[in-house]
C-alpha cells in the first residue's frame, strides 16, 4: 500500500462490509452524467481520511461517491480532474491506489505530519464546478505509555492501555486478532472496540478481542497463539467543501500496541 499508514481504524469490520458492497459500481466524472455529461460536483459526496501513524508523515486518502450507504456508485477522475491535498506550502496529487479495495477510499498521497495544521484537499474541475477547499487539522502526537508492547496475556485478562497526552479529541479504539490454530490454520479479523469522548486510558477486555474466533475460524482447531494489535486514534472532523452535495473528511493520529495471547488451559 502507499504510505506507511496502517490502515486499521478506517476498516472496522462494518466498514468493510460497507465498503465491499458500496464500491460494486463506478462512473467517470467527466463522463458519467445522463448522455455522457459531466457528474455535477453538487451531486458528489467526498469522503476523505488524513492519518498520522508516525511523528513524521501524513497520509491522505479520499474518494468521490453518490452518498449512498449501500450499492453506492464511485466517480472515478476523467477528463483531466484531479484531486490535491496541501499543507502549508507543500502539495502532493493524489493518485488511484487499486491495492485497497475494502477501505472505501480510491485515490491517496502522503504529506509531512504537522499538528494543528490545516491540511485542505482541492478538487479541480474542466467541465464543472471545483471545490478547492475540503479542510481538516490532526491532533497533536501521543505515544504509548502501557502497556509494553509484546505483553503476554490469557483468558480473562483485562489490560489498560494508557497514552500521553491525553486527548482531547474523540478517542477510538481498534483492534486486530492474527491467531495460528493447533494445525496450522490461521484466522485474522479487525474491528471496533470502543468509541468515547476525550480520555489518556481504556481497559481492554482480551476475551472480547477474541469472542468472534470462533465466527471467522475455518478450522475447529484449538487456538495455539494470537497477536492481538491494539490500535489508539485520536479524531477530529473537518469541513467540506460547500460545492459538494455532503461528506466527511476525518484527520486521525494513530498509534498501537501488540498483546501477545495464549490460551489459559493448554
Not at 16 to 37: N, R
Not at 96 to 105: A, I, M, N, V
Not at 118 to 143: G, K, N, Q
Request: net charge negative; proline share 4%; charged share 20%.
Amino acid at each position: 500500500m502507499s504510505g506507511n499508514r496502517r490502515r486499521l481504524t478506517v476498516v472496522s469490520l462494518a466498514a468493510a462490509a460497507s465498503a465491499a458492497i458500496a464500491g460494486c459500481t463506478s462512473k467517470g466524472s467527466s463522463d458519467g452524467g445522463e448522455g455522457g455529461a459531466p457528474i455535477a460536483t453538487r451531486d458528489m459526496h467526498l469522503s476523505a481520511t488524513i492519518e498520522a501513524a508516525d511523528d513524521r508523515s501524513a497520509v491522505i486518502g479520499v474518494s468521490l461517491h453518490d452518498g449512498e450507504t449501500f450499492l453506492r456508485t464511485e466517480y472515478q477522475l476523467t477528463g483531466g480532474d484531479t484531486l490535491t491535498a496541501c499543507i502549508a506550502a507543500q502539495c502532493a496529487r493524489l493518485a488511484r491506489d487499486r491495492q485497497l479495495p475494502l477501505t472505501g477510499e480510491d485515490y491517496e498521497a502522503a504529506l509531512q505530519y504537522l499538528p494543528e495544521t490545516a491540511y485542505t484537499i482541492s478538487y479541480s474541475r474542466t467541465a464543472d464546478a471545483s471545490a478547492p477547499a475540503s479542510v481538516v487539522t490532526l491532533p497533536v502526537a501521543f505515544a504509548i505509555l502501557s502497556p509494553p508492547s509484546g505483553l503476554s496475556v490469557t483468558d480473562g485478562d483485562m489490560v489498560t492501555v494508557e497514552w500521553s497526552p491525553e486527548s482531547t479529541d474523540p478517542v477510538r479504539l481498534s483492534y486486530e486478532v492474527k491467531c495460528t490454530h493447533e494445525d496450522g490454520e490461521q484466522t485474522n479479523y479487525i474491528g471496533t472496540y470502543a468509541r468515547g469522548a476525550a480520555a489518556g486510558s481504556k481497559v481492554v477486555d482480551v476475551d472480547n478481542l477474541l469472542s468472534s474466533v470462533a465466527i471467522f475460524a475455518d478450522t475447529a482447531a484449538r487456538v495455539a497463539r494470537c497477536a492481538l494489535l491494539v490500535e489508539i486514534a485520536h479524531e477530529r472532523s473537518g469541513t467540506v467543501d460547500a460545492a459538494f452535495a455532503g461528506g466527511r473528511i476525518v484527520g486521525r493520529v494513530t498509534r498501537s500496541v501488540t498483546l501477545d495471547y495464549t490460551p489459559s488451559q493448554p
